[in-house]
């Protein structure tokens, strides 16, 4: 697992910290990876996306089984509700409004025993899988001239691209926020060189070349080597 989150310039308010969090999780028999991407003009979106991590990772491991034999609606409403309820519970000891917290959120579980992998994105963030010495796209990020759906948004796990995918042929599999994702691609097409880093799995390298480039906005990537994290080679 590799991973790499750094700060940005939020619409000029220059902030110092970063709204990002990605988090890795994984037991005997499943991997979980979550990136949430704080709303930069929320209040509270660093809480929020640190909350969704964990709250994420955690129903994912402990309700792994029974997610992937539900349909992806049922997916949708039974994630974005248990983070939304995570949510409420610390807005209210903090006396402040859910909407603080806001962000978006992708994650990725991973079954070890079945070579399969379930996804969910909500927001602008970008999941990508390297498949055959190639990059392919397995969650495109919303069109944010719609308005980015976030966990608080009404009705969001109806918004929400659920969905799973047989793992067999994969090597890896890479979460990005929109702020590195935006650094990546060019006119929706992944820099060459960018993709050379990826498929040759150098993210030292691609870590660097997103430290060197302007950002805008918080960078953030999770990434796993599939061949590592699944049975095909024990952890």
Same mark, same amino acid.
């Given at each position: 697992m590799?991973?790499?989150?750094?700060?940005?310039?939020?619409h000029?308010?220059?902030?110092?910290?970063?709204? !990002?969090?990605?988090?890795?999780d994984?037991?005997?028999?499943?991997c979980?990876?979550?990136?949430?991407?704080g709303? =930069?003009?929320?209040?509270?979106? +660093?809480?929020?996306?640190? %909350? %969704?991590?964990? &709250?994420?990772?955690s129903?994912?491991?402990?309700?792994? @089984?029974?997610?992937?034999?539900?349909g @992806?609606? @049922?997916?949708?409403? =039974?994630?974005?509700?248990?983070?939304?309820y995570?949510?409420k519970?610390?807005?209210?000891? &903090?006396? +402040?409004?859910?909407?603080?917290y806001?962000? #978006?959120?992708?994650?990725v579980?991973?079954?070890?025993?079945?070579?399969r992998?379930?996804?969910?994105s909500?927001? !602008?963030?970008l999941?990508t899988a %390297?498949?055959?010495?190639?990059?392919?796209?397995?969650?495109? *990020?919303?069109? =944010?001239?719609? /308005? /980015?759906?976030?966990? #608080?948004t009404?009705n969001a796990?109806?918004?929400?691209k659920?969905?799973?995918v047989?793992? !067999?042929?994969i090597? =890896?599999?890479?979460?990005?926020?929109?702020?590195?994702?935006?650094?990546?691609y060019?006119?929706?097409r992944?820099?060459?060189?960018? +993709?050379?880093?990826?498929?040759?799995?150098?993210?030292? +390298?691609?870590?660097? %070349?997103?430290m060197?480039?302007?950002?805008? !906005?918080?960078?953030?990537?999770?990434?796993?080597?599939?061949n590592k994290?699944?049975?095909?080679? *024990?952890?």
């Open positions: 590799n991973y790499f989150s750094v700060a940005g310039k939020h000029n308010y220059e902030l110092e910290y970063n709204q !990002d969090a990605v988090l890795f994984h037991n005997e028999e499943y979980a990876m979550v990136l949430a991407d709303v =930069s003009s929320c209040e509270q979106a +660093k809480i929020g996306a640190e %909350t %969704t991590c964990k &709250s994420v990772a129903f994912l491991l402990e309700h792994a @089984e029974r997610l992937f034999s539900m @992806e609606r @049922e997916t949708a409403g =039974s994630l974005i509700n248990h983070v939304l995570s949510l519970e610390i807005a209210h000891k &903090s006396n +402040k409004k859910v909407e603080e806001s962000s #978006t959120l992708a994650c579980l991973l079954d070890k025993n079945r070579n992998m379930l996804y969910l909500l927001g !602008d963030s999941i %390297t498949k055959n010495n190639n990059c392919y796209v397995v969650a495109m *990020p919303s069109d =944010s001239r719609s /308005c /980015c759906c976030v966990t #608080t009404l796990a109806s918004m929400a659920v969905g799973i047989d793992t !067999d042929s090597d =890896s599999v890479m979460i990005c926020s929109d702020g590195a994702w935006h650094l990546m060019r006119r929706n992944m820099l060459q060189t960018i +993709k050379e880093m990826i498929l040759g799995k150098d993210y030292e +390298k691609l870590k660097k %070349t997103l060197d480039k302007e950002r805008f !906005d918080d960078c953030s990537f999770i990434t796993v080597d599939i994290c699944l049975r095909r080679i *024990p952890i």
